[in-house]
T-cell receptor, first 118, second 118 residues
Framework: AQSVAQPEDQVNVAEGNPLTVKCTYS??????LFWYVQYPNRGLQFLLK??????LVKGSYGFEAEFNKSQTSFHLKKPSALVSDSALYFC????????????????FGGGTRLMVKP | DSGVTQTPKHLITATGQRVTLRCSPR?????VYWYQQSLDQGLQFLIQ???????AKGNILERFSAQQFPDLHSELNLSSLELGDSALYFC?????????????????FGEGSRLTVL
């Protein structure tokens, strides 16, 4: 079974400071890792994904994430936070299934609320 | 705009009733996923359909059922509703190759249907 942990329910950061939202995962085989953002009363929006290759992945809105296989982590980062980045962030994992009947759904972490203060 | 359309956006009903939530995937996407988002359970995968057939099942109650029609839209039926069924129900779609290998696509989410059971 695959699982994702986001150890922080909330992260507070001042505008202009760097931010990190943590994520660790557990999956059989090579993971496909994703970050999504959810603004109030909206659906989830895709930010970035790691499939293979360079461990540092760049995504939308200046976000990036670093894949660390030995630590089974995929932390989301941004060099300079904006107030408009305040939202709920979800990390997700998708395992590489060898069985076509296994499905390809994403398993999500519990979410981390990012609060960026002016 | 993700291209995934969900109706209705809001629904208020009473315990014991039955409702149907509808989802139209992005043009060309063959797979549809249903997720439930509640405050205490986070994002829970319910069920996946691929090209009209059930592909994977998650934490879906027996009172709930889903189907995907030939035009690829999907419906999630919730019956004998209980107070605890109050949640946001998201539909997502992806291209899906039909096989697990090489399928790295992210999911595209609709805006969700907010169900309130009184």
């Amino acid at each position: 079974a695959q699982s994702v942990a986001q150890p922080e329910d909330q992260v507070n950061v001042a505008e202009g400071n760097p931010l990190t939202v943590k994520c660790t995962y557990s999956v059989s085989g090579n993971p496909y890792l994703f970050w999504y953002v959810q603004y109030p009363n909206r659906g989830l929006q895709f930010l970035l994904k790691y499939i293979t290759g360079d461990n540092l992945v760049k995504g939308s809105y200046g976000f990036e994430a670093e894949f660390n296989k030995s630590q089974t982590s995929f932390h989301l980062k941004k060099p300079s936070a904006l107030v408009s980045d305040s939202a709920l962030y979800f990390c997700a994992v998708r395992g590489l299934f060898m069985n076509n009947n296994a499905g390809n759904m994403l398993t999500f972490g519990g979410g981390t609320r990012l609060m960026v203060k002016p | 705009d993700s291209g995934v359309t969900q109706t209705p956006k809001h629904l208020i009903t009473a315990t014991g009733q039955r409702v149907t939530l509808r989802c139209s995937p992005r043009s060309g996407d063959l797979s549809v996923y249903w997720y439930q988002q509640s405050l205490d359970q986070g994002l829970q995968f319910l069920i996946q359909y691929y090209n009209g057939e059930e592909r994977a099942k998650g934490n879906i109650l027996e009172r709930f059922s889903a189907q995907q029609f030939p035009d690829l839209h999907s419906e999630l039926n919730l019956s004998s509703l209980e107070l605890g069924d109050s949640a946001l129900y998201f539909c997502a779609s992806s291209v899906e190759s039909g096989g697990a290998l090489g399928d790295t696509g992210e999911l595209f989410f609709g805006e969700g249907s907010r169900l309130t059971v009184l």
